[in-house]
């Protein structure tokens, strides 16, 4: 059973406690625990069942502009002692960073609306097995299928506290169901394979096991006798598997910390036109249900939806304390970088 918000909050109260009585100015803390359920199924029998329980404690120690970290998955009082000694006596020899802080007390979140990210359901292995058996069987209901690579199911249950000497203490509970097929098709001595897969936050919501089977099997089959097509000049609609990974180079580009340190190629188009104007560019943080959604980041800094590209012009970056210090800007709730990206819809369908 996943620890609750109580007992997380008190380790990381005492753990705030300990470290300023030792010296330190300031202190956050992030105390975890995660539980994940996988089931691996393949040609109609189980392949393999795991689960894991864990728990883990981030500390970082500051004393005026000294910063140290240190992590465990132990958090037993006596090796909880122990961290938060060694942190202290690290920061006490770390250089100063006139940048070093935790985020000014007025960004950091203080009530929040249900983004609906935790469902309590909880699949029993038999469950996993009956969807991951669903999916296989429907895969198979077109004669070119003739193998599977597996398929999956996990369920992944998570609870945290992040903890600051400034009074900050929250966190709160989410919840990912996952589940993938991947399958094999033969046609006339071509042989191709190829995947789906249902991600999301509430159980109820993943596609339904036939669903993911056809669409499995389809994928593969499209691929079955593929064929040169000429050179030419067209334009072209990325499928959405691949369509996503295109916004990675640009999310990278527009951190505070490769503009800190010139390393974006995106450097000096800050407040200038860098797609067509038929372009914009959002990171929303509050999608109700959405996988990458947070109430704050990775400071405790408050979440908000930022508009990053507006009519093809750079209007914001992806930034956190330190870096966005560096930058003279204050922090958007980014520190960990973006958490819903997406391109507005356009005009066009």
Same mark, same amino acid.
């Given at each position: 059973m996943i620890k609750d918000k109580k007992f997380l909050e008190k380790i990381a109260s005492n753990c705030i406690d300990k470290a300023k009585k030792l010296g330190?100015?300031?202190?956050?803390?992030?105390?975890?625990?995660?539980?994940?359920?996988?089931?691996?199924?393949?040609?109609?029998?189980?392949?393999?069942?795991?689960?894991?329980?864990?728990?883990?404690?981030?500390?970082?120690?500051?004393?005026?502009?000294?910063?140290?970290?240190?992590?465990?998955?132990?958090?037993?009082?006596?090796?909880l002692d122990s961290l938060i000694t060694r942190c202290i006596e690290m920061t006490k020899i770390t250089p100063e960073d006139e940048y070093n802080s935790l985020p000014d007390k007025d960004l950091l979140a203080t009530k929040h609306k249900d983004l609906e990210l935790y469902d309590e359901t909880s699949i029993s292995n038999e469950k996993k097995i009956d969807y991951l058996k669903q999916a296989e069987e429907s895969a198979f209901q077109d004669k070119r299928i003739t193998n599977t690579e597996g398929s999956s199911f996990t369920q992944v249950k998570d609870n945290f506290v992040l903890a600051n000497s400034l009074g900050f203490s929250m966190g709160y509970q989410s919840s990912i169901y996952s589940a993938s097929c991947e399958i094999i098709a033969k046609s006339n001595?071509?042989? @191709? *394979?190829?995947?789906?897969?249902?991600?999301?936050?509430?159980?109820?919501?993943? #596609?339904? $096991?036939?669903?993911?089977?056809?669409?499995?099997? @389809? *994928?593969?089959?499209?691929?079955?006798?593929?064929?040169?097509?000429?050179?030419? #000049?067209? $334009?072209i609609i990325f499928e959405q598997r691949v369509a996503k990974s295109l916004l990675d180079p640009f999310a990278d580009a527009i951190s505070a910390s490769s503009f800190a340190r010139g390393t974006s190629f995106l450097k000096d188009k800050l407040n200038k036109n860098i797609f067509s104007k038929d372009i914009n560019i959002i990171d929303d943080p509050l999608i109700s249900k959405a996988l990458g959604s947070q109430i704050f980041d990775s400071e405790g800094v408050k979440s908000s939806k930022v508009t990053l590209v507006k009519e093809g012009s750079l209007e914001n970056l992806l930034l956190d304390t330190y870096y966005g210090k560096i930058l003279k800007m204050k922090s958007n709730g980014r520190s960990g970088g973006t958490t819903n990206l997406y391109f507005e819809n356009g005009t066009k369908s």
């Open positions: 330190a100015t300031d202190c956050e803390v992030i105390v975890s625990n995660s539980i994940s359920e996988t089931v691996n199924f393949r040609n109609k029998n189980i392949d393999e069942s795991k689960r894991s329980d864990g728990i883990g404690i981030e500390i970082s120690t500051y004393i005026q502009k000294k910063k140290s970290n240190i992590s465990s998955s132990n958090i037993s009082e006596g090796n001595g071509s042989m @191709e *394979r190829d995947y789906e897969y249902t991600q999301k936050r509430f159980f109820s919501d993943l #596609k339904p $096991p036939e669903t993911l089977g056809n669409k499995a099997a @389809e *994928r593969a089959i499209k691929k079955l006798n593929p064929k040169k097509i000429k050179s030419e #000049k067209i $334009p």
